[in-house]
Nanobody, 127 residues
Framework: QVQLVESGGRLVQAGASLRLSCAAS????????MAWFSQAPGKEREFVAG????????YYDDSVKGRFTISRDNTKKTLYLETDSLKTKDTAVYYC????????????????????WGQGTQVTVSS
């Protein structure tokens, strides 16, 4: 069983930066694929960025490429999302997700693939 707890979300102005964190416990973090999803009001939960557990292969949604960076610290069992040049359209609840069953170098974008989710952290970007 994997438990995930996100933190770092808050109200910021457009153009600002935030670092979101996701602390994991249980399971084998070092062999677990991880991802960040976002859910804006009235919309479905969408893939933002993912990281494999093999050689830190990463993948990003086009809307955040060049602005967001996903990374992981296996010794701290923590997933990060560095968000730069935030835009009002980035306003959403951000969730981290884990899938211990994903093969070593794969990043999965389908939310249905992920078995474990955190409670989310709110990011609000004002103009």
């Amino acid at each position: 069983q994997v438990q995930l707890v996100e933190s770092g979300g808050r109200l910021v102005q457009a153009g600002a930066s935030l670092r979101l964190s996701c602390a994991a416990s249980g399971g084998t973090f070092i062999r677990t694929a991880m991802a960040w999803f976002s859910q804006a009001p009235g919309k479905e939960r969408e893939f933002v960025a993912g990281i494999a557990w093999g050689e830190d292969t990463t993948y990003y949604d086009d809307s955040v490429k060049g602005r967001f960076t996903i990374s992981r610290d296996n010794t701290k069992k923590t997933l990060y999302l560095e968000t730069d040049s935030l835009k009002t359209k980035d306003t959403a609840v951000y969730y981290c997700a884990a899938d211990p069953g994903t093969p070593e170098y794969f990043v999965i974008m389908r939310r249905e693939q992920y078995n474990y989710w955190g409670q989310g952290t709110q990011v609000t970007v004002s103009s």
